[in-house]
């Protein structure tokens, strides 16, 4: 599982001084947990939401990562790629501007993109 990404929420106070007395009174081992589990809640009511949506958009969901070598061999092949994600995008730091625009004709990412700035801005008119 990659690392985790780090997010900021504003809260009102009274809201947040219900989240610490359910962490005082041990229901959680402290704020993120409350917000982690609200937050998997939240997306375990949704599912059938998010997979009609991720089908309708033609989306994969999880992570997907390229390196040079892999790039190389679709050239190669002659194939462009088109990804389509929710989830994490990772271009490796291996791979060159030139070599992804070769590859990839078109990034639909919901979520995260990690490459390089070179690579993000030569991918950036094919990335939605």
Do not use: C
């Not at 033609?58 to 679709?74: F, K, M, P, Q, T």
């Not at 002659?78 to 389509?84: F, H, Q, W």
């Amino acid at each position: 599982m990659p690392e985790a990404e780090k997010i900021t929420i504003n809260m009102n106070v009274v809201d947040l001084g219900k989240v610490d007395l359910l962490v005082e009174e041990g229901f959680y081992s402290n704020r993120t947990d409350f917000i982690r589990t609200a937050i998997r809640n939240q997306l375990n009511r949704h599912d059938d939401e998010v997979r009609h949506s991720m089908t309708r958009r033609e989306l994969a969901i999880g992570v997907i990562s390229y390196d040079r070598a892999e790039l190389e061999w679709h050239a190669a092949a002659g194939e462009r790629l088109t990804i389509a994600i929710t989830g994490l995008l990772v271009i490796a730091s291996d791979v060159s501007p030139e070599l992804a625009r070769q590859t990839i004709e078109s990034i639909k990412i919901v979520g995260v993109f990690r490459a390089s700035k070179a690579v993000k801005d030569a991918l950036a008119d094919r990335t939605h």
